[in-house]
Each structure stands twice: as C-alpha cells, then as structure tokens.
C-alpha cells in the first residue's frame, strides 16, 4: 500500500486501532460542510455503510483503497421519495 495513504489513515485513526469509525471520519467531510454536522455523519454513515466489506461498521485502510469509488460520491435517497440525489464532494 502506498506511504501517504499510510500516513492519512494514521493521522485519522484516532484511537490507533487499525480502522476508521464514523467518529473518526467526521472531520474530512466536516471540512467539506463545517456548518453541517448532521449531514457530515450521515456521509459518514453511507461510507461506511458503502465500503466496509467485512460488515464491522469500521473500515480499514485496505477497505479503503479496495472501494475508491465511495469517495467520490454519493448516492441518498430518502424512503419516501423515488429521486435520488448525487453529491460529489470527493472529487
């Protein structure tokens, strides 16, 4: 794996147990929409809910680097509404 994508994941991990919570990930998407925290942890959420292949509600740098695609945007859509809306904040 790739040193900086080493040393990112470090910086991110927190509590240095080798996977990212969505705790952990609320600053990056925080600094994309600082003034909205409740949409910043259900980014958080679908990431996770998106890439976490092993279903721990965690992710690894490898489940990381294996699902790109999460970060480069994002699908949502609401249970009542048929629509879905594309945000590509990671781009």
Do not use: W
Not at 20 to 46: N, R, T
């Amino acid at each position: 794996m790739d040193a900086p994508a080493r040393a990112m994941f470090a910086q991110l991990d927190r509590d240095g147990d080798g996977y990212l919570s969505d705790i952990e990930l609320l600053p990056i998407i925080g600094k994309i929409h600082p003034c909205e925290h409740y949409y910043a942890k259900q980014q958080a959420d679908y990431i996770i809910s998106q890439a976490d292949v092993d279903k721990d509600g965690r992710l690894t740098l490898a489940e990381m680097i294996e699902n790109p695609y999460v970060f480069y945007g994002a699908f949502f859509s609401d249970e009542d509404e048929d629509e879905y809306d594309f945000h590509d904040e990671f781009r």
